[in-house]
Nanobody, 116 residues
């Protein structure tokens, strides 16, 4: 089984930056995509960014140009660089991976709070 552990969340002023990291361990040979979802108070958990095994990236429109997702297969890590943060980015951010058969695994989540 795969375990995912996030780090890098915290409190930041609007306009600032944070870098989230996620370390994967366990049986990772079957992983396809790696990515990040977020869930704000009163809202559904939704996609922020994903990157495929071949390096193709996808972003939700609201973060395009501000966030960058990357993965390091040798280190078994996925990252989310978040710049120009806004109050609306405040949420719990979850690391996620997809498997060849379509299932997902989730990390425990890390809180990102953007103050204004």
């Amino acid at each position: 089984q795969v375990q995912l552990v996030e780090s890098g969340g915290g409190l930041v002023q609007a306009g600032g930056s944070l870098r989230l990291s996620c370390a994967a361990s366990g049986s990772i040979s079957s992983i396809n995509n790696m990515g990040w979802f977020r869930q704000a108070p009163g809202k559904q958990r939704s996609l922020v960014a994903e990157v495929t095994s071949s390096g193709i990236t996808t972003y939700v429109d609201s973060v395009k140009g501000r966030f960058t997702i990357s993965r390091d297969n040798a280190k078994k890590m996925v990252y989310l660089q978040m710049n120009s943060l806004k109050s609306d980015d405040t949420a719990v951010y979850y690391c996620t991976v997809t498997f060849q058969w379509g299932a997902r695994a989730w990390g425990q989540g890390t809180q990102v709070t953007v103050s204004s």
